[in-house]
């Protein structure tokens, strides 16, 4: 669920039960995925709070395909998805 949304920066909420399921994934693969993605600046998890800050560069992607794959309908999630997959193919990063 979205939080906070600015252009650029993003704030998801989440239930507690997801942060077992994200505890499973290397997060250095994850960092050295993200690191080749030119939009992405930061990612930072407050499991105190029970959110993940989202940094971005806005003017490489826009805030309303972010909104969409977080807080819209799975078919509008879809369609960012694919737009964010085809913007990051275009960069050659494989998705």
């Known amino acids: 669920m979205i939080a906070h949304h600015i252009p650029g920066r993003i ?4 239930k507690l039960g997801i942060m077992s399921h ?3 994934f290397n997060l250095q693969n994850v960092d ?7 939009a992405f600046v930061s990612y930072k998890i407050n499991k105190s709070t029970g959110s993940i800050v989202i940094e ?3 003017n490489l992607v826009k805030p309303e395909l972010v909104d969409d794959l977080f807080a819209g309908t799975d078919e509008q999630a879809e369609h960012a998805y694919f737009a964010l997959a085809q913007y990051l193919n275009a ?5």
């Open 11 to 14: 704030r998801l909420k989440y």
């Open 32 to 38: 050295d995925v993200i690191a080749q993605v030119p």
């Open 22 to 24: 994200l505890m499973q």
């Open 56 to 58: 971005y560069n806005a």
């Open 91 to 95: 960069e050659g990063i494989r998705t």
